[in-house]
């Protein structure tokens, strides 16, 4: 009997959907009489009421078209394909991901329905692509062009990335979101590190994977793109993750300069930088319309103090915005909100946003609190990328704003170094006058 549900499930689609004016993702359940959108939240209760469609190209094309076309209100709504096996696991990221970021993220773009299926008919079928190739030529990167035989001495290969599911957005031209292991093996002598991958280019054309490894602190003593940190650069670069101003780089190449936005990528302490042309800023956040000169302000890389926003259960808050050139969207920046007026317990409460899970394990207010007070916290049952569990202490940097894993348990020399380090560093733009870049 489950291989037959499984076998179903695995042969339909879910449609998701987000109403832009309540900023929720519920699932589809179908149209009333009138033409109106009926929607269930996205729990197991509900698994029989989920709008099920057979996943097959020409039938899914043919039936959102017919269904979007007796939508009364369609542009009120931005709508998601999903497998029916993965619906709440999914229906719940994209809720996380909208409360953090707005439907900008790597994770709404790759599901979203864009096209209606009114695409013109093709009179002469020569040559038409296969469904494979379609894919393919859909995304930034081509799989053809990957050099396997070369990822092959990083330890990597084609099934490896698929099972981590780390293939579709490294071809979309995504950075992995999650650290990767990589084994360098030159022969004589082989190293292992942790690193962010992705898919370029190089100066031959050819698509070559590029490593992004971990450095312990971000380089802000060496020029980046003919730029030099002021001491202000380096102190909102380490404290915020944003440089929050807009610098002129210089290309490498062609010496053109181009204004730029640099934000730190938290997972690497990697420096990001994104041009201001093509930064990406929503017309509303959490309910509030911004006005053109709230958006010139997000432009110029500022910090943006919006009021009266919703959150998903319906209060009013207060927060600073400020566009992420590592993330590529807007960030809450909850840490620099009303500070004067903020209890112990809110304070907590913000600055524990980011912890709330930790490698998909959802960690308990004890936990949090435990490891804001600079405790190790032991985590068992974390799962790697190929299902097997594992355990270890977690411990959580204030200054840097990221939690640290380790097997073993962090004794306090090592803890109050560590955080030492943390304050030496984001306290250097004060203390390095007179010291030269």
Wanted: aromatic content about 6%; overall charge positive; hydrophobic content about 30%.
């Amino acid at each position: 009997m489950s291989t037959e549900i499984t076998q179903r499930q695995v042969e339909h689609d879910v449609l998701l959907v987000n109403d832009k004016t309540k900023n929720k993702i519920q699932v589809v359940k179908g149209l009333d009489k009138d033409g109106k959108l009926e929607t269930v939240p996205a729990t197991k209760k509900n698994q029989n009421q989920f709008l099920k469609v057979d996943r097959h190209g020409d039938f899914f094309s043919n039936f959102f078209s017919n269904f979007f076309s007796q939508l009364k209100n369609p542009t009120q709504f931005t709508f998601f394909r999903v497998p029916e096996l993965l619906t709440i696991k999914m229906a719940n990221q994209m809720q996380k991901e909208l409360k953090q970021s707005g439907p900008t993220h790597e994770l709404f773009l790759k599901h979203e329905i864009t096209e209606i299926g009114n695409e013109p008919k093709k009179e002469n079928k020569v040559a038409e692509p296969t469904k494979e190739e379609g894919k393919h030529n859909s995304n930034k990167f081509d799989i053809k062009d990957i050099d396997w035989d070369s990822l092959s001495r990083l330890g990597l290969s084609k099934e490896k990335l698929q099972e981590m599911d780390l293939l579709e957005p490294l071809l979309q031209g995504y950075k992995t979101k999650d650290l990767v292991a990589v084994n360098l093996d030159l022969g004589s002598a082989v190293f292992s590190l942790d690193a962010r991958l992705s898919l370029q280019k190089n100066e031959e054309g050819k698509v070559v994977m590029a490593l992004e490894g971990v450095k312990k602190y971000p380089n802000l003593n060496v020029p980046l793109y003919g730029h030099e940190f002021s001491k202000q650069d380096k102190h909102n670069l380490l404290k915020t993750g944003n440089m929050g101003r807009v610098v002129d780089l210089v290309h490498p190449t062609t010496k053109e300069k181009i204004p730029s936005v640099v934000s730190v990528d938290r997972l690497t302490n990697n420096l990001v930088v994104t041009r201001v042309e093509k930064m990406q800023l929503p017309q509303e956040v959490k309910g509030i319309v911004l006005s053109e000169q709230q958006l010139q302000t997000l432009k110029e890389g500022k910090p943006l103090l919006v009021e009266g926003m919703t959150s998903a259960k319906g209060n009013l808050f207060n927060a600073e915005i400020q566009f992420n050139a590592a993330k590529g969207h807007i960030e809450f920046l909850f840490d620099n909100t009303n500070k004067q007026n903020q209890n112990q317990s809110q304070n907590q409460s913000q600055l524990s946003d980011d912890l709330k899970s930790f490698r998909g394990k959802e960690l308990t207010e004890k936990q949090q609190g435990d490891l804001l007070e600079g405790k190790a916290v032991y985590i068992k049952d974390l799962l790697d990328k190929r299902g097997n569990t594992y355990q270890g202490y977690v411990t959580y940097n204030k200054e840097t704003k990221q939690a640290d894993f380790s097997f073993q348990k962090p004794n306090k020399e090592q803890q109050s170094k560590a955080q030492s380090q943390a304050e030496k560093q984001t306290d250097e733009p004060k203390k390095s006058k007179g010291r030269k870049m």
